[in-house]
C-alpha cells in the first residue's frame, strides 16, 4: 500500500496562495541590471504583502548577500513564510540551511520540509555539512557584471563555464554591456570568444552604437575591424554615425565613415547624420556630413479657430501626418515650439492618441517633460484621453511618472481613471509612486476600488500597492470596494488589510457593503471574520444600517450574526423600529423571526409599532400588532 506520508507533506504545502500574485517583472529586471537595493525594495514590498515567490527570491539575496548584507534570520524567517505558502523551492532551500545550521529552528524539521518539496516535485540536492556554495545559475549574471565594470580577470573565469552571449532581461549581452562602458580590454577578449557583433538590444541598440555613443575610438575600432554592421539601426533608425554626429564627434564619424557608414541613410524622423550634426551647433561636421543648405523657412501657421496659433509641424502631429511631420522636421521646424496655450507638437500628438507621430517627435528630440499653460504634460493628456499606446512611448522615452497633472493628479491615478491598468506596471517600474494620492489622500488603490475597476486593483496590488492606506475620511480600498459592491475587489483587497478597519466615523466595510445591499460583498466579509457586531460613532452596526436602508436580503446575512439584536444606536433604534420606519416588511419579518423585540421605544419613546401607525402602513401594523 502507498505511504500517504509524502501525499500529507504534499497537502501541507498546498496552502491556497493569494488570488493575486505579484508582477516580480520590475525586481527581476533590477537584479538583471544590478540594481540591487531597487530590487530588495520592490521584493521586500510584494513580500510583505504575502507574494511567496518574492519572500522566496528576497531570501536568496539576504542568504547570500547578493548586493546586499547577509542576514540569515531574516532569509529563515522569509523561507519560513514561502514554504507554508506552497513554494517548493523555499521548502527545499529552508531545509538545506536547518541541515547545515544556518536556520535555528523552525515549524518543521529539515527532513519534513525536504520530503514536501520532493512531494511537491522539486528535487533536492544532497544535503551537505557545509554551506551550499552560490548556485550557478549566477554565472551569467557575474559574466555580464563583470564585462560592465571592466573586470577582465573575472570575465575570463567566467567563460570557461558561460556562453558569451548570455543576454540580462534587456536583451544586452556583455559585449554590448562592456562596448558601452568603453572597455576595449574586454572587449578584445569577448570578441575573441566569439562575442556576436550583430546582437542588438530591447531598443534595438548595437555594440557599435553604444559604442560610438560613450565615445569610445579603440572600441568602435575592435568592433569594425570584427565585422559590426556599421549601419545597423535602432528601432528609431539611428545609426552609430548620426550619434557620433549629434556628439561632434568628428574623429569618430571619420572611422565610420571609412568603415562604410553611410551619411545618406535617414532615422524615423527623416533626419540624416547630417542633419543631427547640424542641429546640434556641429557646422564643420554637418558639412562634412554633406548638409550644406540652410534650413528652410517654416511655412506659416494655419489660421482659425481649429488651428489658431498652430505651426505646420503642430497640425501635422495632431492629424497623425507622418509624410508632413517628417518635412517639416527637415525644414528645421522647432520640434518643442509652443502654440498659444502653450501645447507642444508632442502634447498635441498624443492628446490625439498618434501613436506613430508620437515616435518620430521623440526620435527628433522633442522634449518629452514639458507641459502646456493648465500644467498638462505629452504622459499626463495622453493617459487622460485613455491612449495607452502614445502613453507606454512616452513611458519608455523616460517622461516623469511621478509629475502632478494640471488637475493634480499623478499619471498613475490618471491611468485608473482612465481605466488603463496596462500602464499601472509600467509606471511603477518607471518610478511613479504606487502609493502617491492627490491632494484629498486618495491614493491610486482606493481611486480604482471606489471606481470599481477590479483590473486596475489587481494590477496596483501586484505593483505593491498598500492596501492599509486610507483617504482623508478613513476608508481605505476594501471599504471603498464594499461599498461599491466589487465582490472581486473586495476579495482581493480582504487578503491584504484589516477586514473591520473602519473609517472616522466608525463605519466598516461590512457596513459600507450593508448601506446598499451588496449581499455579495457581505457573505464574502463575514466569510473573510469581519464582524456583524461591530458599532459606529452613532451606534449603528451593520444590521442597523441594512434595516434603515431597507435590504431584506442584507438583514437576513447580518441577523444570526449582529449578537444582540435589539442592540440599540445613540437615538435608542434598535434594526426593528428602523425597518419599520423604512417600511421594509420582509426586514421586519425577519427581524422578528430572529427574536427582535417590538416593545422597545426609542428615544422619542416610538415603539416599532408606533412607527408603523404613523407611516400608515396597514400591513406593517399587522406585522408588529
Not at 551550499?132 to 573565469?157: F, I, Y
Not at 486610507?470 to 473586495?490: F, K, V
Not at 473602519?502 to 459600507?512: C, I, K, N, V, Y
Not at 444582540?564 to 445613540?570: E, F, K, Q, T
Amino acid at each position: 500500500m502507498m505511504s500517504l506520508r509524502p501525499l500529507l507533506l504534499a497537502a501541507m504545502l498546498a496552502v491556497s496562495l493569494p488570488a493575486l500574485a505579484a508582477d516580480l517583472e520590475p525586481a527581476r529586471d533590477a537584479l538583471r541590471r544590478h540594481q540591487y537595493e531597487r530590487a530588495a525594495e520592490l521584493l521586500r514590498a510584494a513580500a510583505l504583502a504575502g507574494d511567496s515567490e518574492a519572500a522566496f527570491m528576497l531570501a536568496q539575496m539576504l542568504r547570500y548577500g547578493r548586493g546586499i548584507a547577509t542576514d540569515l534570520p531574516a532569509a529563515c524567517r522569509l523561507l519560513e513564510q514561502s514554504a507554508t505558502a506552497a513554494n517548493p523551492r523555499a521548502a527545499a532551500s529552508l531545509a538545506a540551511m536547518l541541515d547545515a545550521g544556518e536556520c535555528v529552528g523552525s515549524t518543521r524539521t529539515a527532513a519534513q520540509w525536504r520530503e514536501a518539496a520532493e512531494a511537491a516535485g522539486h528535487t533536492s540536492p544532497p544535503v551537505k555539512d557545509t554551506a551550499p556554495a552560490a548556485p550557478a545559475a549566477t554565472g551569467p549574471d557575474r559574466l555580464l557584471r563583470a564585462a560592465a565594470s571592466g573586470d577582465l580577470v573575472e570575465v575570463r573565469l567566467q567563460l570557461a563555464t558561460t556562453a558569451v552571449d548570455a543576454v540580462d532581461d534587456y536583451g544586452r549581452t556583455p559585449l554590448l554591456l562592456a562596448a558601452e562602458a568603453g572597455k576595449p580590454d574586454v572587449v578584445r577578449e569577448l570578441l575573441q570568444h566569439g562575442a556576436n557583433t550583430a546582437h542588438a538590444d530591447r531598443n534595438g541598440d548595437s555594440a557599435l552604437l553604444l559604442a560610438a555613443r560613450s565615445g569610445g575610438p579603440a572600441v568602435v575600432d575592435l568592433l569594425v575591424a570584427a565585422g559590426a554592421p556599421v549601419d545597423a539601426a535602432n528601432r528609431s533608425g539611428v545609426t552609430p554615425l548620426m550619434v557620433a554626429a549629434r556628439a561632434g564627434a568628428g574623429e569618430l564619424a571619420g572611422r565610420l565613415l571609412a568603415a562604410g557608414a553611410s551619411p545618406g541613410l535617414r532615422d524615423a524622423a527623416g533626419l540624416r547624420a547630417g542633419d543631427y550634426a547640424a542641429r546640434a551647433g556641429h557646422t564643420a561636421l554637418a558639412v562634412r556630413l554633406g548638409v550644406t543648405a540652410a534650413p528652410a523657412p517654416a511655412a506659416p501657421a494655419a489660421t482659425g479657430a481649429l488651428y489658431a496659433g498652430r505651426s505646420p509641424l503642430m497640425i501635422a502631429a495632431e492629424r497623425g501626418d507622418a509624410k508632413s511631420l517628417r518635412e517639416r522636421l527637415n525644414a528645421g521646424d522647432d520640434v518643442n515650439a509652443r502654440d498659444s496655450k502653450g501645447m507642444t507638437a508632442l502634447i498635441i500628438a498624443a492628446a490625439a492618441g498618434r501613436s506613430e507621430a508620437v515616435g518620430i517627435l521623440l526620435a527628433a528630440g522633442a522634449k518629452v517633460d514639458l507641459s502646456d499653460a493648465r500644467g498638462w504634460s505629452a504622459l499626463g493628456v495622453a493617459i487622460q484621453q485613455g491612449h495607452g499606446e502614445a502613453a507606454l512611448q512616452l513611458i519608455h522615452a523616460g517622461a516623469n511618472p511621478r509629475s502632478p497633472q494640471g488637475n493634480g493628479k499623478t499619471p498613475l491615478l490618471l491611468a485608473v481613471g482612465a481605466r488603463l491598468p496596462e500602464l499601472v506596471a509600467p509606471l511603477v517600474h518607471a518610478g511613479a509612486d504606487v502609493d502617491g494620492g492627490d491632494a484629498s489622500g486618495t491614493t491610486p488603490l482606493v481611486a480604482a476600488a471606489g471606481g470599481g475597476e477590479d483590473a486596475c486593483v489587481q494590477a496596483l496590488l501586484g505593483a505593491g500597492a498598500k492596501a492599509s492606506l486610507a483617504d482623508r475620511q478613513g476608508r481605505n480600498a476594501l471599504w471603498h470596494a464594499a461599498s461599491r459592491g466589487s465582490t472581486t475587489s473586495a476579495g482581493l483587497l480582504a487578503q491584504k488589510s484589516l477586514v473591520d478597519a473602519a473609517d472616522m466615523e466608525g463605519s466598516t466595510p461590512l457596513a459600507a457593503a450593508a448601506a446598499r445591499g451588496h449581499d455579495g460583498v457581505i457573505r464574502l466579509l463575514l466569510g473573510a471574520g469581519a464582524d456583524a457586531r461591530m458599532a459606529s460613532r452613532s451606534g449603528n452596526t451593520p444590521l442597523h444600517v441594512a434595516a434603515a436602508a431597507g435590504h431584506p436580503g442584507s438583514v437576513r446575512l447580518l441577523a444570526g450574526r449582529a449578537g444582540n439584536i435589539d442592540a440599540v444606536n445613540r437615538h435608542q433604534d434598535t434594526a426593528l423600529i428602523l425597518a419599520a420606519r423604512a417600511r421594509c416588511p420582509d426586514c421586519v419579518r425577519t427581524l422578528l423571526s430572529a427574536g427582535a423585540s417590538a416593545r422597545l421605544r426609542d428615544a422619542d419613546g416610538l415603539s416599532a409599532l408606533d412607527v408603523a401607525r404613523l407611516t400608515g402602513d396597514a400591513a406593517m401594523v399587522d406585522l408588529l400588532d
